[in-house]
């Protein structure tokens, strides 16, 4: 009997135990976002997420499949630890200047019951904005790497949300962005498209940052923070349970997603919590799960406008190849252009079409060795134009049109950049179009996530800043490599001129700014002023107004920003001047209105000068606002120069009406702003 009673004694402690360790709870800072970690009889722990006490995410089941090892079973709670962090860091260049990381992280620890026990933690990480929690695989006996098939981390929904979402692609980022619920989520009706030259899409999927917005109005935005030496995740939908879980992109050529040695971290997956849309796009949250600066002093990275031989390509008023005899990349037409960029306060050109190759780059199957990166094109003497653009002050960005053929360039890499620093070059725009070389892998897979940080990597050995195109996705990196300095990975400004779709229509960039945007800069290439691109391109157009093409500059933030069109086509443009005086780097942000697809309006301090800079931007409807001019600092009297829609302004039938007014104003003022549909204005605050 007595033993017996021994025996319940220890099962109910034991019991309790387990009981008070099943449920670990942890709150934002400020109390509203609240995670639950639940671990249920001997299950997969699952989460769950409140916000003011109402449910955003329902109990989610996490956990992963392996090749070559048991099946994940149960866990139990080895430890759990709590630490409160509450700091500031300053940003090279960015966005603002000083940037507030202040979170609550629970650490739990938790060892399968099974035999041989393997252990797994998971931290979470719960900000006023959202939260992060990622997997941690630490050394243990008998396991030195996983081979990880699935990754299964669930974010089950409260109710048929509506959401903004790109189709899951594991090769490219650039698709529309769909306005949809989530229960009519389509992504395989997107599996064809004629103007990419990559795409595959293997599933109902979406790709991150993915925003949605929930009957009462809460935003959510899905996405994940420190990409690294892992795949991207794509979020497979469940239209009938209104649930998704992560699907990494994988590989042909490997059984498994990801092969990791221990220890070992996943990226972060976030969820954003927002009441209002314009609060997505002022946290920092993404950048804060990353690690800081490794690199150091990074006074090379240079913030800059630039011009470029670019557009001129993509409109065909010339070519990147020469045999077309329309070669843009001469070293005159550079000079041209590098002269344009001294005169109007642009940093830098960057040249595409410069080495020899592009008579074969596109739509050729054994694209391996047609670029190096160090034999420029007879008509192209670099010596002497970087010498004539240094003696005007203008840098050179160089170009690296990989055509996805990865292995030529990792041969290359060193070479490239020891080339680019033997002219003193500090800029790059790399490039990946078409299908992978080697075949069988993919642009997010785990094999070109460690390739695009290996060319961080050298690059920065270089003293080199990257603006990938065809990258992988933002996830905040920037903050560990601050020469990760802008990227593509959206539908860009090229797309109008070209694309048989009808290119990007007014709502794409009031939906950028709530989506790709929260994930980091974007080199958009805003600047378009001969918007229906006559008389190149008669059946494409831009289809946005001149004033929102200014407005960008501020809105689409990126530390580079391109002056996109032809020198001539600013020539004699009074418009011209808000180019020449925006900043590109910012002590202070702030998001002043905005509804996701809808518009958005946002303001800029400049670093440098203290000058305020404001963009808006709407879709295809005509917006007016009363907007308080209460961010501009107390007691400065500024002067504005207003670019704004003229009355009959539209982005189709008049986009090119604008006008430009000047006033004197301070942060006690209000403007009235009227937006023409697909329209915008921007506005330069001068100090006086
Ligand atoms: C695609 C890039 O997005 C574009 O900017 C570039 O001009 C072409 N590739 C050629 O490299
Ligand atoms: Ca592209």
């Given at each position: 009997m007595k033993k017996y009673i021994l025996g319940l004694l220890i099962v109910t402690m034991l019991y309790a135990c387990t009981k008070t360790n099943s449920q670990m709870i942890i709150q934002s800072p400020d109390g509203k976002i609240e995670v639950k970690l639940d671990l249920k009889n001997n299950q997969l722990p699952k989460y769950a997420v409140t916000y003011k006490g109402d449910t955003v995410i329902k109990p989610s089941s996490m956990g992963f499949?392996?090749?070559?090892?048991?099946?994940?079973?149960?866990?139990?709670v080895v430890d759990t630890r709590m630490k409160s962090v509450n700091k500031k860091w300053t940003m090279p260049w960015g966005e603002q200047k000083e940037v507030v990381n202040h979170y609550q992280e629970m650490l739990v620890s938790l060892q399968e019951i099974k035999k041989p026990k393997h252990s797994m933690n998971i931290r979470f990480r719960v900000f006023d904005e959202g939260i992060g929690f990622r997997y941690e695989f630490p050394e243990q006996p008998g396991r030195d790497s996983l081979e990880i098939s699935a990754e299964n981390t669930e974010f089950c929904l409260t109710g048929d949300h509506r959401v903004w979402w790109i189709p899951g692609d594991w090769d490219i980022y650039e698709h529309l962005y769909n306005e949809t619920l989530f229960s009519e989520i389509d992504a395989l009706q997107f599996a064809q498209h004629e103007s990419l030259a990559q795409t595959y899409i293997p599933y109902?999927?979406?790709?991150?940052?993915?925003?949605?917005?929930?009957?009462?109005?809460?935003?959510?935005?899905?996405?994940e923070a420190a990409l690294t030496n892992y795949p991207g995740m794509t979020l497979r939908v469940d239209t009938e349970n209104l649930t998704m879980r992560s699907e990494l992109v994988g590989s042909e050529r490997t059984e498994y997603k990801a092969k990791v040695s221990l220890p070992f971290e996943t990226p972060w997956r976030t969820i954003q919590i927002a009441p209002d849309a314009t609060d997505l796009i002022a946290s920092k949250m993404i950048l804060n799960l990353n690690e800081p600066n490794k690199l150091g002093d990074v006074s090379y990275v240079k913030p800059m406008k630039y011009a470029g031989i670019w557009w001129e390509m993509h409109l065909d008023k010339s070519t990147w190849d020469l045999a077309s005899g329309r070669h843009g990349a001469t070293t005159e037409?550079?000079?041209?252009?590098?002269?344009?960029?001294?005169?109007?306060?642009?940093?830098?050109?960057?040249?595409?079409?410069?080495?020899?190759?592009w008579e074969k780059w596109i739509g050729v199957d054994n694209r391996e060795g047609i670029f190096d990166f160090v034999t420029p094109y007879p008509d192209y003497?670099?010596?002497?134009?970087?010498?004539?653009?240094?003696?005007?002050?203008?840098?050179?960005?160089?170009?690296?049109?990989t055509s996805a053929a990865v292995t030529t360039y990792e041969q290359q890499l060193d070479t490239a950049y020891r080339f680019m620093e033997s002219l003193g070059l500090h800029a790059v725009k790399t490039g990946y179009v078409g299908t992978i070389i080697p075949k069988g892998e993919y642009h997010h897979g785990q094999y070109m996530v460690q390739h695009y940080r290996k060319v961080l990597e050298t690059a920065a050995h270089h003293?080199?800043?990257?603006?990938?195109?065809?990258?992988?996705k933002a996830t905040g990196i920037r903050r560990t490599y601050p020469n990760a300095i802008s990227r593509e990975g959206l539908r860009g400004q090229e797309f109008n001129a070209w694309s048989s779709d009808g290119g990007n229509p007014p709502s794409h960039l009031p939906t950028v700014a709530f989506t790709r945007m929260l994930a980091g800069p974007i080199d958009f290439t805003p600047g378009a002023f001969n918007i229906k691109l006559d008389p190149y391109k008669p059946d494409n157009q831009v289809s946005t107004t001149l004033a929102q093409q200014l407005a960008l500059y501020v809105v689409i933030y990126s530390p580079v920003q391109m002056a996109c069109d032809l020198p001539e086509h600013y020539k004699g443009r009074p418009a011209f001047q808000f180019i020449r005086d925006v900043g590109v780097d910012?002590?202070?942000?702030?998001?002043?209105?905005?509804?996701?697809?809808?518009?958005?309006?946002?303001?800029?301090?400049?670093?440098?000068?203290?000058?305020?800079?404001?963009?808006?931007?709407?879709?295809?409807?005509?917006?007016?606002f009363a907007l308080p001019l209460n961010f501009l600092d107390k007691d400065v009297t500024y002067e504005a120069t207003l670019y704004k829609d003229a009355p009959d302004a539209h982005w189709d039938d008049n986009p090119?009406?604008?006008?430009?007014?000047?006033?004197?104003?301070?942060?006690?003022?209000?403007?009235?702003v009227q937006l023409a549909p697909g329209g915008g204005l921007a506005v330069s605050f001068m100090k006086k």
């Open positions: 499949e392996f090749l070559n090892q048991p099946e994940m079973s149960g866990f139990r109902n999927a979406v790709n991150t940052p993915v925003t949605m917005r929930t009957t009462s109005g809460l935003h959510l935005s899905f996405h037409n550079a000079k041209r252009y590098i002269d344009f960029a001294a005169e109007n306060n642009l940093g830098g050109i960057l040249v595409e079409g410069w080495n020899t190759g003497d670099i010596n002497e134009v970087v010498r004539y653009a240094k003696s005007k002050g203008v840098e050179i960005i160089m170009h690296h049109e003293k080199v800043a990257v603006n990938a195109h065809e990258p992988i910012w002590q202070q942000t702030e998001v002043l209105n905005g509804e996701v697809g809808e518009y958005v309006t946002i303001a800029r301090k400049e670093k440098e000068t203290g000058n305020w800079f404001l963009g808006s931007i709407t879709d295809e409807h005509a917006r007016e090119e009406s604008i006008n430009i007014e000047t006033h004197t104003l301070q942060a006690t003022d209000t403007l009235n």
